[in-house]
């Protein structure tokens, strides 16, 4: 299959570019190497790719039509839109820019999709849609029209395009709702790289709130296995959660990586932040059941490999 990945030296794309790739796939990646983390980084996170002859990497906006018209070529069977412009609190501080690229780069892809055919579309969606939802686990029939972040906006937006698209034009779309991915390449501003990095260096840890809001940690590993079945069984117009479906508190994880590291955190207490839900929690019974998606890594497991990961290409490379 030939597959175009938007995002594809991120965190996620960069693991799901060598799983496709290790599959027999052609990949075509695109990125902009945007500056929010340093762009080396993501280039480093891809290089292994171009050892493929089957990988095609662009680098480009999406939110530029002609550069995505070209990326978007006949050959094209499947597009995978990871591309965002990321994270909650910047959203707050850039809610402009959050939209332009999120909302508007989707429209542009599927504009696209719509000229050369492209009969299916993978769209990264985010647990932030649910918000402050009382009723937990989330689930992918619970109301969403309460978001409390233009990230999280953003990417509701996303899929009721991506709906629309579907509607008019049959293309076969997924969404896909991630809950907290970690895993190695990790964004390094991200709560489990941060707080690593923080603690092997002695310094304090900052806990929004009293440390008792909760997270649904998915390691990268179950969340490429969950995108590549919903590959394979792309049809109609489906969302989907994909998380581990065992959340903690941040005062439980901080405990968790002190284990892992062997070493104590200081814990610096702040105010909760804006735009930060009280818990995410993924119910995975439509994914298990439609997608047979079946997360394996206990958190205590995807923290050690973290660490050294870490401490194998972060720290011996500083």
């Given at each position: 299959?030939?597959?175009?990945?938007?995002?594809?030296?991120?965190f996620?794309?960069?693991?799901?570019?060598?799983?496709?790739?290790?599959?027999?796939?052609?990949?075509?990646?695109?990125?902009?190497?945007?500056?929010?983390?340093?762009?080396?980084?993501?280039?480093?996170?891809?290089?292994?790719c171009?050892?493929?002859?089957?990988?095609?990497?662009?680098?480009?906006?999406?939110?530029?039509?002609?550069?995505?018209?070209?990326?978007?070529?006949?050959?094209?069977?499947?597009?995978?839109?990871?591309?965002?412009k990321?994270?909650?609190?910047?959203?707050?501080d850039?809610?402009?820019?959050?939209?332009?690229?999120?909302?508007?780069?989707?429209?542009?892809?599927?504009?696209a999709?719509?000229?050369?055919?492209?009969?299916?579309?993978?769209?990264?969606?985010?647990?932030?849609?649910?918000?402050?939802?009382?009723?937990?686990?989330?689930?992918?029939?619970?109301?969403?029209?309460?978001?409390i972040?233009?990230?999280?906006?953003?990417?509701?937006?996303?899929?009721?395009m991506?709906?629309?698209?579907?509607?008019?034009?049959?293309?076969?779309?997924?969404?896909?709702?991630?809950?907290?991915v970690?895993?190695?390449?990790?964004?390094?501003?991200?709560?489990i790289?941060?707080?690593?990095?923080?603690?092997?260096q002695?310094?304090?840890?900052?806990?929004?709130?009293?440390?008792t809001?909760?997270?649904?940690?998915t390691?990268?590993?179950?969340?490429?296995?969950?995108?590549v079945?919903a590959?394979?069984?792309?049809?109609?117009?489906?969302?989907?959660?994909l998380?581990?479906?065992?959340?903690?508190?941040?005062?439980?994880?901080?405990?968790?990586?002190?284990?892992?590291?062997?070493?104590?955190?200081?814990?610096?207490?702040?105010?909760?932040?804006?735009?930060?839900?009280?818990?995410?929690?993924?119910?995975?019974?439509r994914?298990?059941?439609?997608?047979?998606?079946?997360?394996?890594?206990?958190?205590?497991?995807?923290?050690?490999?973290?660490?050294?990961?870490?401490?194998?290409?972060?720290?011996t490379?500083?």
């Amino acid at each position: 299959m030939n597959v175009l990945i938007t995002g594809v030296a991120g965190f996620i794309g960069s693991h799901l570019s060598e799983r496709l790739l290790a599959d027999g796939h052609n990949v075509t990646g695109v990125d902009n190497f945007d500056a929010f983390y340093d762009p080396r980084i993501k280039r480093k996170n891809i290089s292994g790719c171009f050892d493929n002859e089957h990988f095609q990497m662009i680098e480009a906006d999406i939110r530029e039509a002609d550069a995505m018209d070209k990326a978007v070529s006949e050959r094209t069977e499947l597009i995978v839109h990871l591309a965002a412009k990321a994270g909650v609190r910047p959203s707050i501080d850039e809610p402009l820019l959050c939209a332009d690229v999120n909302v508007n780069g989707t429209v542009v892809l599927l504009e696209a999709a719509v000229k050369h055919n492209v009969k299916k579309f993978i769209f990264a969606s985010s647990s932030s849609v649910y918000g402050n939802n009382k009723k937990v686990p989330f689930s992918e029939t619970d109301n969403v029209d309460f978001p409390i972040s233009p990230y999280a906006t953003s990417k509701k937006a996303g899929e009721l395009m991506c709906h629309t698209y579907h509607h008019l034009y049959g293309i076969d779309i997924t969404a896909l709702r991630f809950f907290t991915v970690y895993g190695p390449r990790q964004r390094p501003d991200l709560a489990i790289h941060k707080f690593v990095s923080l603690i092997e260096q002695g310094k304090a840890v900052p806990v929004y709130g009293d440390g008792t809001m909760m997270r649904d940690f998915t390691y990268i590993d179950d969340i490429i296995d969950g995108v590549v079945s919903a590959i394979d069984k792309c049809g109609g117009f489906n969302i989907f959660n994909l998380g581990e479906s065992r959340p903690i508190t941040v005062n439980d994880l901080v405990s968790k990586l002190e284990k892992s590291l062997g070493k104590k955190a200081v814990k610096d207490f702040q105010p909760i932040q804006p735009g930060d839900v009280e818990r995410t929690y993924a119910d995975v019974a439509r994914a298990v059941e439609q997608l047979g998606y079946k997360p394996r890594t206990t958190i205590e497991a995807g923290l050690a490999k973290f660490v050294d990961w870490f401490r194998r290409d972060i720290q011996t490379n500083a």
